[in-house]
């Protein structure tokens, strides 16, 4: 998994909880602007090891690095009305704070961690959740909280110069039975302490996508070197 991919996770995590609000990921350019109340996504930093625990498959070198993702999480919000004696008109109840605490408990329910566990990750609360109203510069929001989350995923770099897609492991399909369709290949085993690239048969077959940015290229991918299995010993007497 990449930083891609874990922050589109935390992007469907959030549209389940806030189904009834527009969640976006924040500074998007030439987007519409949304009504309140709107959710925000903020990635604010990746943490790795400089060295990360490695192994070969089929003679390609795949490093596995423990990634730590910063999110920033920003709820805006008009409020909820405030019920009067007839007649009177008082400003709308500032419940962003309230409102973002609740996603914290559904962060923390058995709902998510199960969620989290079928996708391999994690996902933790890194500190408070404040009320930020005092920051909004816009007429459409009235109240804005904020809190910040820590996503832990393992991220695959395959190949010699470490750029191959993690799709690029492969695990055999199953031989065909008599008079069945054809084989699919076999799915990951979502069983707790099972790596999934140590199963038998598994290969290595290079698939390359270049970057959004243009990082990375055909020739670079198909950069390989030499390795030996297995070598013979002659003692030499002095």
Known sequence: MDVKKARSLVYELLGV???????????????VKSQPPLV???????????????KVIDGITVSYYPTRMSLQIDLYTKGAPVQQR?????????????DLVEFAN???????????????????????????SELINDASYQFRAT?????????????????????????????????????????DPIIPDTDPDEAEGVYVEPVFTPSASGGGSEELAKETIGYFTSAEITPKEE
């Not at 925000?40 to 490695?54: H, I, K």
């Not at 961690?113 to 391999?120: A, L």
Request: negative net charge; hydrophobic residues 30%; glycine residues 6%.
């Open 17 to 31: 909880f806030f189904s009834g609000a527009s969640v976006k990921h924040s500074k998007q350019p030439n987007t």
């Open 40 to 54: 925000t996504l903020t990635t604010v930093s990746v943490q790795r090891p400089l060295n990360p625990p490695q």
């Open 86 to 98: 007839p007649g009177f008109i008082t400003p709308a109840e500032n419940t962003a704070l309230s």
């Open 106 to 132: 559904f962060v923390a329910s058995d709902f998510t961690v199960n969620w989290c566990h079928q996708r391999d990750v994690s996902l933790t609360l890194s500190g408070e959740a404040h009320d930020t």
């Open 147 to 187: 809190m910040e989350m820590v996503m832990n995923f393992t991220q695959k770099a395959v190949g010699y110069t470490a750029i191959l897609d993690p799709s690029s492991i492969k695990r055999p399909t199953p031989p065909p039975t008599p008079g069945g369709d054809d084989p699919e290949p076999l799915p």
